[in-house]
């Protein structure tokens, strides 16, 4: 039987967002969030683009989709997506890698996150 990695992993910078889930080929986008979704002139950079990643994973969180979350961002937007996480999925959490790898293709990020061989161990439903 093989294992099936229910966590979904989140790839960010200042003004692109990827979420990738595990498939039978490694790691593949299931969604692209869009950085004209944070409003105003400033938004990547007053962390209103930090927010729209957090809010769409605090709802996928809400709707137990989401049993755990990894994160890689560069360190502003890493910050900016953290404070914006509900008290529910903060402890969702597995990984954080403070880098940009929104240019790596999705067939090489897996290394990247040092996915364990058992899987990642994850909250027990409340």
Known sequence: MSYVDPVWYVVAD??????????????????????????????PRNGAYGKVIAEFLNKAV????????????????????????DVEARP???KV??????????????PHFDIPATGWPLAKER
């Open 14 to 43: 200042s003004i692109h967002a990827r979420i990738l889930k595990h498939g039978e080929h490694g790691l593949a986008t299931i969604t692209h969030l869009k950085s004209d979704d944070a409003k105003g002139m400033d938004a």
């Open 97 to 110: 890698v403070e880098h940009d790898l929104t240019n790596t293709p999705d067939n090489m990020l897996a």
């Open 62 to 85: 809400r709707a137990k989709e989401a049993p755990g979350i990894a994160l890689a961002a560069p360190g502003e937007v890493m910050h900016q997506i953290r404070e914006h996480l």
């Open 92 to 94: 969702l959490v597995v």
